[in-house]
């Protein structure tokens, strides 16, 4: 009796957290290697940013107005989460900013869509899946309203690292 209560248990809890996951909105996502890594990447970010000590990265930066990220989404009722799985991703490996094979990722401040180096960002989840994680959450404080230059990009990255990595 009691090894089919846990397992009713057990099956609910797999189901209830199915129900919840979140899948990202892909455009323009043909590869489906690229399409494979941005989702996993994704979710990857989703958990980390499910963590206390990773919202605290929002604490960190401020908006275009001084106000801190975190008071930015707390001011709209709004939890880090959901925030990040409202964005959208873009597939725009021609873009200018993906040639030469530095970057990533890459958005304008305040823009709900993240713009993905496709086949550079695939090559690196299949290396070092958990840059590719902090690099999305990267792009998600920008599309908060963070700035770059300062900070620079190695600077966001690495505080981001620090609260969310591990």
């Not at 713009?115 to 999305?136: A, D, K, M, S, Y």
Request: proline letters at 4%; a positive charge.
């Amino acid at each position: 009796m009691w090894r089919h209560i846990i397992l009713s248990g057990v099956l609910a809890g797999i189901l209830s957290g199915r129900a919840g996951a979140q899948t990202p909105v892909l455009l323009r996502f043909e590869d489906m290697k690229s399409r494979f890594a941005v989702s996993q990447a994704f979710k990857g970010a989703t958990t980390r940013l499910g963590r206390r000590e990773c919202q605290d990265v929002l604490s960190e930066f401020t908006d275009e107005i001084g106000r801190s990220l975190s008071a930015k989404l707390a001011a709209a009722g709004s939890t880090p989460v959901e925030v990040f799985n409202s964005l959208r991703f873009l597939d725009d490996r021609g873009a200018p900013q993906c040639r030469g094979g530095a970057r990533l990722a890459f958005t304008q401040r305040g823009s709900q869509l993240i713009r993905v180096c496709g086949q550079h960002f695939t090559e690196w989840f299949t290396r070092h899946p958990e840059t590719t994680e902090i690099i999305l959450i990267h792009e998600f404080l920008h599309t908060l309203g963070l700035a770059e230059n300062p900070p620079t990009s190695e600077a966001i990255t690495e505080r981001v690292a620090r609260r969310c990595g591990g």
